[in-house]
Nanobody
Framework: QVQLVESGGGSVQAGGSLRLSCAAS????????MGWFRQAPGKEREIVAA????????YYSDSVKGRFTISRDNARNTLYLQLNSLKSEDTAVYYC???????????????WGQGTQVTVSF
C-alpha cells in the first residue's frame, strides 16, 4: 500500500507562486509514476502534470504548461509541483497520485493523497 501526503498549499495573490510537496511511503518511490491532479468547486478532477519513475518523462496539461513544473526527488521519496504565475482559475484542491504500471501511464492512478487547498485571489 502506498501512502501519499500533500503539503504546501495556501492562499496567494494572482501572479504569485507556491510549491507543493507530496511525501510518499509504503513502496519504493522510484517504482512509482506520479501525478498531480486538481479539483475546483463544481468541476471534475483534472490532471495537471505527471512524471515518470526516474523523472525522464513529464506531462503537463495545456492550462499549466509554462507556468507549473513537476519534479521528484527519489532519494527523499518526495514529489513536487512548483506553481508560478498563478491565476484565479488555478484555485482548487490539489492531489498527488501514484501508479506502479510498467510504462509511463499518466491517465490512471491507484493511490491518492488527501489533497491540499490552493486559493488564488485577485
Amino acid at each position: 500500500q502506498v501512502q501519499l501526503v500533500e503539503s504546501g498549499g495556501g492562499s496567494v495573490q494572482a501572479g504569485g507562486s507556491l510549491r507543493l510537496s507530496c511525501a510518499a511511503s509504503g513502496r519504493t518511490f522510484s517504482s512509482l509514476n506520479m501525478g498531480w491532479f486538481r479539483q475546483a468547486p463544481g468541476k471534475e478532477r483534472e490532471i495537471v502534470a505527471a512524471i515518470s519513475k526516474k523523472g525522464v518523462s513529464k506531462y503537463y496539461s495545456d492550462s499549466v504548461k509554462g507556468r507549473f513544473t513537476i519534479s521528484r526527488d527519489n532519494a527523499r521519496n518526495t514529489l513536487y509541483l512548483q506553481l508560478n504565475s498563478l491565476k484565479s482559475e488555478d484555485t482548487a484542491v490539489y492531489y498527488c497520485a501514484a501508479n506502479d504500471y510498467s510504462g509511463f501511464d499518466y491517465s490512471e492512478y491507484d493511490y491518492w493523497g488527501q489533497g491540499t487547498q490552493v486559493t488564488v485571489s485577485f
